[in-house]
């Protein structure tokens, strides 16, 4: 089985830009900020000292080095606080969307995906709010019509049990039937129950 080659990266352009920027500023200010502590450090140490030696020289390294890990260490507490935030963006409305289809899949087609201003995967959540929209109209006429079929069948019923066989009403009937059948086909007929075979050189491109 041929493994499938991802081709396009950026499917979601403006998330995958927007989280880009946020980790590459990150890298950033990271960077530029330990840069800053080490040259600044080190070189208020550097010049401030006259008569300059090796062991005076590795003393201010040690120092600068102290220094760097425990900014080193505030910046990843400040980084792991601000990514739980960010990633709730994310992780939030993940949340929402699993917990959501699993109340539709248990048949609750009335239900509504709301996520808060602000989240991240908006127009997910229009997607799945428009198709259980659908699945709704679909069940809803799929409801009216079997309702239709069986008051046709009730009639059917009702006629042959008082023995009125009237070829005419019988045939009037057997053709309501039919044509309730056939609104009854086209109404899951949107259905997709079986994947189409999938050449074997074809490929996914996303």
Do not use: C
């Amino acid at each position: 089985m041929r493994k499938h080659k991802r081709r396009t990266f950026l499917i979601k352009t403006g998330l995958q830009l927007r989280y880009m920027g946020i980790i590459i500023s990150t890298m950033l200010v990271v960077a530029l900020s330990v840069g800053w502590i080490i040259y600044f450090t080190s070189w208020n140490r550097i010049s401030g000292t006259p008569d300059l030696t090796i062991d005076k020289l590795a003393e201010i390294f040690d120092e600068v080095n102290g220094l760097l890990i425990k900014w080193i260490i505030v910046f990843g507490l400040v980084i792991g606080i601000l990514s739980v935030f960010v990633s709730h963006k994310i992780a939030g409305p993940v949340y929402h969307l699993e917990r959501s289809a699993k109340i539709v899949a248990s048949g609750d087609l009335t239900h509504q995906v709301k996520l808060r201003h602000g989240d991240e995967l908006l127009d997910l959540q229009d997607a799945f709010n428009s198709m259980a929209d659908s699945l709704r109209t679909m069940v809803g006429k799929d409801r009216e019509v079997i309702a239709r079929l069986i008051s046709s069948g009730a009639r059917l019923k009702d006629t042959i049990n008082k023995k009125k066989l009237d070829p005419v009403e019988i045939e009037q009937v057997a053709q309501e039937l039919y044509s309730i059948i056939d609104e009854l086909r086209k109404v899951t007929a949107g259905f997709k129950l079986e994947k189409d075979p999938q050449p074997p050189e074809e490929k996914v491109a996303a």
